[in-house]
């Protein structure tokens, strides 16, 4: 009878053990997650921290990326310039719920800013899918923030926060991508700008167009051996458009 | 691209900033108006950035105009306006390069050059100041200004 209680004992004991080991894990994990900018609370909240420094070479025209137009956080009517001005643009779309998000308006509290030297203008979307007043707690009344669904849309905004970095002279985007952290999204600008000087730079020296091609994929991160230079299949037609609409 | 609210409608060029907005207290007080009197709406326009906290007459905006830089304030007043000498004058105006003076600024900063319009249009009664980055410049920056003005629609009050 001892055996068996002891036995027994022992038995509880490991299993306590390894729920609890199995309950740390699983802490550590959403931990991880969260520091990550993935909220399990949130389902629909998909991110893609990848950002796309693909110079789109696209003169100042109808195809370029539009002006911001929409409302204030106090219900005025506005309009933000962003192709065919002097300066670059960085376009922060933002939400006032994904856990990420809450991250970068927090820091914009403490510098509005964001420790740019470009134009920072938040985008979030309009009065029907986003509380002002909630985002007037939010925002730093330093910080341009403009509600405007049909930005998300013309810009093709697929997850919160995104960012659209845009070279106002020349109407390009300079990069694009969902990008958790202002270090992380400073870092990037630099990258972009600095990639974006050797095209021009080349470019502006004539180089032969083969060369500017080779250049011009570089400068967007594709290099000799790159996968997407090598398909293992063809596209299939349409399947890229039930993409994006999913 | 064009922007509408408080029966005030205008075409932004591509790359123009713009609000329209709510007059705020300050304005009000500055013009001899009591407080509350009319919280009637202002329009903003730009050929640069406008910065999010700036004045109903451009301060915190005009300080960083560069030489080619246009600020546009059009400022309604209260409907106790219309019908005042101040206002007499009738239809939206058209700016001339040889209305601006440097001294005709709210703040005067060096190079640059201002001017303002009283007028009533469609039985409202506006402001118009106009505040261009240089002097030198106004014949060729008249033109945009007009440009711009040309589609600015006033509803009637």
Known sequence: ?246 | MRIRADGIDVDVPRGWDAEIYRQREATIQSMGADPGETDAPIMHLANFSLPPSRGDWGSGAVEIMKSDNIFIALCEFGPESVGKALFARQGLPRVDAADFAPHQLQRTLPGQSGTQYFFTHANRAFCLYVVLGSHARRHELVAEVNAVLDTLVIDPA
């Open chain 1, 1 to 246: 009878m001892t055996v068996v209680l002891v036995t027994m004992g022992l038995a509880i004991v490991l299993l306590a053990a390894l729920v609890i080991g199995l309950l740390r894990s699983h802490g550590e994990i959403l931990r991880a997650l969260h520091q990550l900018g993935v909220n399990l609370d949130e389902p629909h909240d998909t991110h893609d921290h990848s950002f796309t420094n693909t110079p789109k070479l696209r003169p100042v025209s109808d195809s370029a990326p539009p002006d911001i137009a929409g409302t204030t956080l106090k219900g005025s009517a506005v309009k933000v310039g962003v192709a065919g001005v002097e300066h670059r643009t960085l376009l922060a779309f933002l939400s006032s719920t994904c856990s990420a998000c809450l991250n970068l308006w927090n820091e914009l509290k403490s510098d509005p800013t964001a420790g740019l030297n470009d134009r920072l203008v938040v985008v979030v979307k309009g009065p029907e899918a986003e509380s002002p007043s909630r985002l007037r707690d939010l925002a730093h009344p330093e910080v341009t923030v403009v509600q405007s669904t049909e930005a998300w849309e013309e810009y093709q905004v697929p997850v919160s926060p995104y960012f659209v970095y845009v070279d106002g002279p020349t109407g390009d985007i300079l990069g694009e991508g969902s990008i958790p952290t202002w270090d992380q999204v400073r870092s990037v600008i630099v990258q972009a700008a600095a990639d974006r000087a050797v095209v021009t730079q080349a470019m502006a020296s004539g180089v032969d167009p083969e060369l500017r091609a080779d250049i011009e994929l570089r400068a967007a991160g594709i290099t000799p051996g790159h996968p997407s230079l090598y398909p293992t299949s063809m596209p299939i037609e349409g399947l890229e458009d039930e993409e994006d609409e999913s």
